[in-house]
Structure formats: structure tokens, C-alpha cells
């Protein structure tokens, strides 16, 4: 079985800050690319930026300069560091692991921009 537990987000103010961490356990060897997600409340889910094991990078072009993703392949994890936040990046956001064969989605952290 195989869990992600996401942390790092709530309630910020236009133009600060979050960062995002999602840890992979359980039955999960090799992981190929990490991605984060987001959907907003009547909007369908869309891609943030993604990953590969390797450190190749690709960004939505709503997030770019803004949003960093980072990986750290010895504890499982993918981050999202988020600056600039903006009250449109309101939404829940999903990491999703890419293992072989097989993806996997977490459970999402709610993140609010508002003053």
C-alpha cells in the first residue's frame, strides 16, 4: 500500500507564501515523476508543474517566476515552494507520484489566498 501525506498549506495573504510537501510511503520502490495539482471549487483539476527523477522541470504558464517545484529522491518528497501567491491560486492542491506501472494521488491541502 502506498500513502502520500501532503502538508504546508492554509490561509495566506496576496503576495506571500507557502510551501507545499508531499511525502511518499509504503510499498513504493521507484518513483519516476512527481507532479502538483490543483482544482478549484467548479473548475476541472489541472498540472502545476512536474518533476522527473532526474530534476527536469516544466511549469504551468500561470505559475511561472512564481512557483518553484524541488525533489528530494532520498526521502520521497516533492515540494512546491509558492511566492507571490495571488487570491486566482486559491484551490486545493494534489501531489501525484508516477511509479512504475501504477500513479498515485494525495489526499490535497487546501491552500486560500485572501486578505
Known amino acids: 500500500q502506498v500513502q502520500l501525506v501532503e502538508s504546508g498549506g492554509g490561509l495566506v495573504q496576496p503576495g506571500g507564501s507557502l510551501r507545499l510537501s508531499c511525502a511518499a510511503s509504503?510499498?513504493?520502490?521507484?518513483?519516476?515523476?512527481m507532479a502538483w495539482y490543483r482544482q478549484a471549487p467548479g473548475n476541472q483539476r489541472e498540472l502545476v508543474a512536474d518533476i522527473t527523477n532526474s530534476g527536469s522541470t516544466n511549469y504551468a504558464d500561470f505559475v511561472k517566476g512564481r512557483f518553484t517545484i524541488s525533489r528530494d529522491n532520498a526521502k520521497k518528497t516533492v515540494y512546491l515552494q509558492m511566492n507571490s501567491l495571488k487570491p486566482e491560486d486559491t484551490a486545493v492542491y494534489y501531489c501525484?507520484?508516477?511509479?512504475?506501472?501504477?500513479?498515485?494521488w494525495g489526499q490535497g491541502t487546501q491552500v486560500t489566498v485572501s486578505s
Open positions: 509504503g510499498s513504493i520502490f521507484n518513483i519516476y515523476a
Open positions: 501525484k507520484v508516477f511509479a512504475p506501472g501504477d500513479h498515485y
